[in-house]
């Protein structure tokens, strides 16, 4: 039994390391306006654009910056869970 455990244990491990790479490999945006955020599935962020015809000023740019975030962040905990939910199926009865 406890042998079984382990094995599983182990699977489990392995199954979790190949959902971080294939996270790391999506990409998601947030939107707000003139910013876009690009962040991993990994919850990492790759990239901010601010479009150059944005004509804000810094308080209303920390506001679209956070809007933005916050949007891209939404995205990759959906995928991040959606991918470590399918990591564990399978492996963990009732998953």
Do not use: C, H, W
């Amino acid at each position: 039994m406890f042998g079984n455990m382990m094995e599983k244990l182990q699977e489990m491990q392995n199954a979790v390391e190949v959902s971080k790479k294939k996270l790391d490999a999506i990409s998601v945006e947030g939107k707000a306006e003139y910013i876009t955020i690009e962040m991993t599935g990994n919850r990492r962020v790759k990239n901010v654009r601010i479009a150059s015809e944005a004509p804000i000023d810094a308080e209303e740019l920390e506001d679209l910056l956070t809007i933005a975030f916050n949007r891209a962040l939404e995205q990759a905990d959906k995928i991040n869970e959606t991918e470590m939910a399918n990591s564990a199926r399978g492996i963990i009865p009732g998953m």
